[in-house]
């Protein structure tokens, strides 16, 4: 599977962005993926989790960002995309944000794929 991200750009604080990752590959290894995710990691700090989504539309958010943001999936047969809408953005959202689809088989990650990351910059 391979990922491709895209969305990211600078934006004044208030302001909104959707990101998009879209995934390609074989049917079978877009269907094994079972958990989707964004990450980010602000300048010169480590990668954190931003928000999740299961094959059962279960999702989880950062502190952070509940309420502003939200997570969302669309998948075909042979398609996999994942969104991310980022609302009421904050300075502090400033990073690069990364994509990532993963299988996970009774709580061990068995495959994980990272897109390339895109920058978000909140400035004014």
């Known amino acids: 599977v391979q990922l491709q991200a895209s969305g990211g750009g600078l934006v004044q604080p208030g302001g909104s962005l959707r990101l998009s990752c879209a995934a390609s590959g074989s049917p079978s290894s877009i269907s094994a993926i079972n958990v989707m995710g964004w990450y980010r990691q602000p300048p010169g700090q480590q990668r954190e989790l931003v928000a999740s989504?299961?094959?059962?539309?279960?999702?989880?958010?950062a502190d952070s960002v509940k309420g502003r943001f939200t997570i969302s999936r669309d998948n075909s047969e042979n398609s996999l995309s994942l969104y991310l809408q980022m609302n009421s953005l904050k300075p502090e959202d400033t990073a690069v944000y990364y994509c990532?689809?993963?299988?996970?088989?009774?709580?061990?990650?068995?495959?994980?794929?990272w897109g390339q990351g895109t920058l978000v910059t909140v400035s004014s």
């Open positions: 989504i299961g094959r059962g539309d279960s999702t989880t958010y």
């Open positions: 990532n689809f993963r299988t996970v088989s009774f709580g061990y990650v068995v495959k994980d794929t």
